[in-house]
T-cell receptor, first 115, second 111 residues
Framework: GAGVSQSPSNKVTEKGKDVELRCDPISGHTALYWYRQSLGQGLEFLIYFQGNSAPDKSGLPSDRFSAERTGGSVSTLTIQRTQQEDSAVYLC?????????????FGEGSWLTVV | SQQGEEDPQALSIQEGENATMNCSYKTSINNLQWYRQNSGRGLVHLILIRSNEREKHSGRLRVTLDTSKKSSSLLITASRAADTASYFCATDASNTGKLIFGQGTTLQVKP
């Protein structure tokens, strides 16, 4: 596609339920990133994929959070047993490759509200 | 802790004036990128400046990088009301593309 595509745009879920957020990166981009932005806060790195592998999961806040990427393309971020503090905008980004020359492009984000 | 810190946190100017935002960081970097965010949603990439570059231009945007001071600035010239947004700097220190973001500067341009 022309840009990074994320779905759903908005999700309201009850505390304790599981949610899945989807990211479709720009075609041909091998690197994919997930970030989280809580209300009025900066962006927090969650996880990075190179192809299908995740060499850096250091930002995942707890074991309730997991992500996978299949076929070197689409990625899914799963939050199990959601808590109210999980409410945030979840942003996905992709880049052509690693390295200092590569611009990282972001999607519009998925706004998650846990009630 | 945050790699990047931006200042000012908020800036309000009149249309036509220039806006300058500053970003400081703590560790060596491979590149620094500036992004704009409208209404708390998607980030729009503005400029990438590599660690061996000192200045880059893109339209009304000018970015400088001083690696000795670990700082960068974003200048928006002849601002427009449509420039109203939050602006973030982000640094890539690991060469993986993992970006560390500052808290951002909220810019308001009054018509």
């Amino acid at each position: 596609g022309a840009g990074v595509s994320q779905s759903p745009s908005n999700k309201v879920t009850e505390k304790g339920k599981d949610v899945e957020l989807r990211c479709d990166p720009i075609s041909g981009h091998t690197a994919l990133y997930w970030y989280r932005q809580s209300l009025g806060q900066g962006l927090e790195f969650l996880i990075y994929f190179q192809g299908n592998s995740a060499p850096d999961k250091s930002g995942l806040p707890s074991d309730r959070f997991s992500a996978e990427r299949t076929g070197g393309s689409v990625s899914t971020l799963t939050i199990q047993r959601t808590q109210q503090e999980d409410s945030a905008v979840y942003l996905c980004a992709s880049s052509l490759a690693r390295g200092p020359r590569n611009t990282i492009y972001f999607g519009e984000g998925s706004w998650l509200t846990v009630v | 802790s945050q790699q990047g810190e931006e200042d000012p946190q908020a800036l309000s100017i009149q249309e036509g004036e220039n806006a300058t935002m500053n970003c400081s960081y703590k560790t060596s970097i491979n590149n620094l990128q500036w992004y704009r965010q409208n209404s708390g949603r998607g980030l729009v990439h503005l400029i990438l400046i590599r660690s061996n570059e000192r200045e880059k231009h893109s339209g009304r945007l000018r970015v400088t990088l001083d690696t000795s001071k670990k700082s960068s600035s974003l200048l928006i010239t002849a601002s427009r009301a449509a420039d109203t947004a939050s602006y973030f700097c982000a640094t890539d220190a690991s060469n993986t593309g993992k970006l560390i973001f500052g808290q951002g500067t909220t810019l308001q341009v009054k018509p």
